[in-house]
């Protein structure tokens, strides 16, 4: 693999001081700015957090709960609307209002606000709904719950059309999380104290979204996780448990691998309510039970997603040769809804073209989408809206939905589209941050990386690169899958390389790559390289 090496601003990397100023670098955090980002505080966004349209719908909720109206909180079947649901749901149950949630079912009926369930509100005898991480863009969903005489607040923080919705109020951003946009109205409804219980919802949720752990969001998601890593909640205490991580050290790493997957997972095979029960739950023996069904669930969905990615990597390579592919669309209809998002990204990642996973149905298909290359693919594809049904997203990820019979008709449009667009083509490879001597490294710098935490989006953990390594105690794990080894006698695990065992063996010096952690084991706590790529030439 081609590694893409950041500019040394050094002849050496010497120490952890030297480290923690290269990543600062790499990440274009200027001299003045490096004590926010190290140490970002949310009191200095307070400005950021009141957002518009905020103090009507505080004051339309608070008439509602001293008329005792039903409200629903209708939200989102990903993990970052669950969260959402969530934070909203047990405000206003923490202000005792007659609050109930409602999440959409993801196959039957599908993203977002819909007349379907604005009629299930109605039943409720709701007359608010409160919509969360959905809405921005549902113009004729908004004149409908008008109709019907339904006080209809958006919260969002999906990109608007020309065009936004006759709402009662409508609170949107696209700064933060559709969570984040969510606790911005509970913090005005609870007050700043009491509404910090919900942070650690905020991290979750802004996390697995994949939004950008820059400006607002890193204090968002720092404090989230200092919540989180002291939570009550027993819905996540029980995750956590099933899932054998330790309260306490639950990293944004750890959200993004472990706990935000099995939060997801329900949603994308049956109903989410279960994942919003979980974190909503005051009942342990429940607790558990929906946090084992969470990770059954997850397990499934691995194995969906697998065969799905393993049959679209054979239309790939039926398709011949991507030089000069701007997209990718690939459909069939042995791909559960649930799971297409998945297997865009990774497909989207691997070849590192924008792709185009389609779920074919009878007679509507569900799609979803991945840009690489900075192409903006929900705009992209709202140029093709005459023949989609519904559509949404971000410039880097969307979902729609069109007739199946229209599927041809749309590849051919899209095609037409795609033509007219100029796309950036960037150098691809492995972005190694810095060459280092592992000599000089120690479980120090180790806990220099720290101080960049959260890690995610816009800020990735650090790869390292070390050039001419030698290499002793070389062995294969898990029926040789797994390759570990000393490299200059630091402990090395690199999971599936062990077909290079034998190559690394007869070399015994080669270059590596990797990210940098402690492994902890038995009490004793050991640096560990988590080796992402050998070169052997």
């Not at 030297?18 to 966004?45: A, G, M, S, T, W």
């Not at 819909?114 to 409720?124: I, P, Q, V």
């Not at 005005?188 to 996390?207: H, M, P, Q, R």
Request: net charge negative; aromatic share 6%; glycine share 8%.
């Amino acid at each position: 693999m081609k590694w893409q090496i950041s500019p040394s601003f050094k002849n050496a990397i010497l120490s952890p001081d030297d480290l923690l100023n290269q990543l600062l670098i790499n990440r274009e955090i200027k001299e003045e700015d490096r004590e926010e980002f190290l140490n970002p505080k949310l009191e200095n966004y307070s400005k950021d957090l009141l957002l518009a349209g905020i103090k009507v719908a505080v004051e339309r909720i608070k008439q509602a709960i001293s008329e005792d109206e039903q409200i629903i909180i209708y939200g989102d079947y990903d993990a970052d609307g669950v969260c959402g649901t969530a934070i909203l749901y047990l405000a206003l149950a923490k202000l005792k209002a007659k609050v109930l949630p409602y999440l959409p079912h993801r196959e039957k009926e599908g993203y977002g606000l819909s007349e379907f369930g604005l009629d299930k509100a109605l039943e409720k005898g709701a007359k608010l709904v409160i919509t969360v991480d959905n809405g921005i863009v549902a113009l004729d969903q908004a004149k409908y719950a008008k109709k019907i005489g339904i006080d209809l607040i958006i919260t969002d923080h999906h990109l608007p059309r020309e065009a936004l919705p006759e709402a009662l109020s409508i609170i949107h951003s696209t700064q933060m999380s559709g969570s984040a946009v969510a606790w911005c109205l509970s913090r005005e409804l609870l007050g700043e104290k009491d509404s910090e219980e919900f942070l650690d919802l905020v991290a979750v949720g802004t996390i697995c979204d994949l939004i950008s752990l820059t400006n607002l969001n890193r204090p968002l998601v720092q404090a989230g996780l200092k919540v989180l890593n002291r939570t009550e909640k027993l819905g996540f205490l029980a995750l956590m448990r099933e899932c054998a991580l330790d309260l306490g050290e639950i990293s944004s790493s750890d959200v993004g691998r472990i706990l935000g997957p099995r939060i997801n997972a329900v949603g994308r095979l049956e109903d989410s309510i279960e994942a919003l029960r979980l974190l909503c739950t005051k009942d342990p023996v429940k607790a558990i039970s929906l946090a084992r069904h969470l990770c059954e669930s997850n397990d499934l969905k691995k194995k969906y997603t697998l065969e799905a990615i393993t049959e679209a990597k054979g239309q790939v390579l039926q398709s011949g040769d991507l030089t000069g592919k701007k997209i990718l669309l690939l459909h069939s209809p042995n791909w559960i809804p649930g799971v297409i998002g998945l297997v865009a990204g990774r497909i989207a990642e691997e070849y590192k073209v924008s792709t185009i996973i389609i779920s074919e149905g009878e007679t509507i298909s569900k799609g979803s989408a991945r840009s690489v290359n900075g192409l903006n693919i929900v705009e992209t594809l709202r140029i093709c809206a005459d023949l989609l049904v519904d559509i949404g997203g971000h410039p880097q990820a969307a979902g729609f939905s069109l007739e199946t019979k229209k599927l041809e008709e749309f590849k051919k449009k899209l095609d037409e589209v795609m033509g007219g667009i100029l796309i950036e083509e960037k150098e691809n490879g492995l972005k190694v941050e810095a060459i280092l001597d592992l000599s000089k490294v120690d479980k120090n710098w180790v806990k220099t990386l720290e101080k960049l935490e959260p890690f995610g989006q816009g800020n990735p953990i650090p790869i390292f690169g070390s050039k001419k390594v030698k290499i002793s105690d070389c062995r294969t794990l898990s029926n040789g899958q797994h390759l570990k080894f000393k490299a200059e006698g630091v402990d090395a695990i690199a999971f599936s390389k062990g077909s290079l065992e034998s190559q690394v063996l007869e070399r015994g010096v080669v270059d590596i790559a990797y990210f940098l952690e402690i492994n902890k084991f038995n009490g004793s706590e050991n640096l560990q390289l988590k080796v992402l790529d050998i070169n052997i030439n």
